[in-house]
Nanobody, 123 residues
């Protein structure tokens, strides 16, 4: 599967953004979708995931209550609504797909990656 992430941009603290990740292929509903981010000079970190059916989601503590992930299996797209953005949310955000319906917070467990979309939050 090929993933393409978009929706990043430059915003001010407190603003909102919606990231999208579109996937090619007919088996989109067979993948757990996750998002990770990498800030300058830091390692890639888990942000959130959504299960194949959308019935299970999980968020890193740093974004819990501010970010919401959803997916539209018919459109082959996963969305992340990011509200109340903080300066520390500044990073390149990557969507990733895991080839079965088990879930994971570990980047090494994901099989396919998008190219990343940059989010910059200014104070």
């Amino acid at each position: 599967v090929q993933l393409q992430a978009f929706g990043g941009g430059l915003v001010q603290a407190g603003d909102s953004l919606r990231l999208s990740c579109a996937a090619s292929g007919r088996t989109f509903s067979s993948y757990t979708l996750g998002w990770f981010r990498q800030a300058p000079g830091k390692e890639r970190e888990f942000v959130l995931f959504i299960s194949c059916s959308g019935g299970r989601t999980y968020y890193a503590d740093s974004v819990k209550g501010r970010f919401t992930i959803s997916r539209d299996n018919a459109k082959g797209t996963v969305y992340v609504q990011m509200n109340s953005l903080k300066v520390e949310d500044t990073a390149v955000y990557f969507c990733a797909a895991r080839r079965d319906c088990t879930t994971s917070i570990y980047a090494s467990h994901y099989d396919y990656w998008g190219q990343g979309t940059e989010v910059t939050v200014s104070s």
